[in-house]
């Protein structure tokens, strides 16, 4: 998930839940929770009708992005 954070800095969770099918919505939904209580990323929800959440990696989330990099190429993902 922080990966797609380091390759796109907004997400809305419908777009960040495709990007990383075959995630359940839950999961995905625990885990954005998980991070945001971690500080690695926001959470911010227009009162807009209808109401629009994105989510933004956090000043700490991108201190990870070396990191993340190194064990994405690692695996064989195109950074």
């Not at 797609?4 to 969770?13: A, G, K, L, P, V």
């Not at 777009?15 to 885990?31: D, F, G, H, I, K």
Request: proline share 5%; net charge positive; with cysteine.
């Amino acid at each position: 998930i922080l990966y797609r954070f380091i390759q796109q800095s907004n997400w809305h969770f419908g777009e960040l839940n495709a990007s990383v099918s075959p995630c359940p919505t839950r999961m995905l939904a625990r885990q954005l929770a998980q991070l945001c209580a971690d500080g690695l990323i926001q959470k911010h929800t227009l009162t807009t009708q209808p109401l629009v959440t994105t989510y933004h990696l956090t000043a700490e989330g991108m201190a990870l992005k070396p990191i993340i990099l190194a064990i994405a190429k690692w695996e064989g993902y195109s950074v």
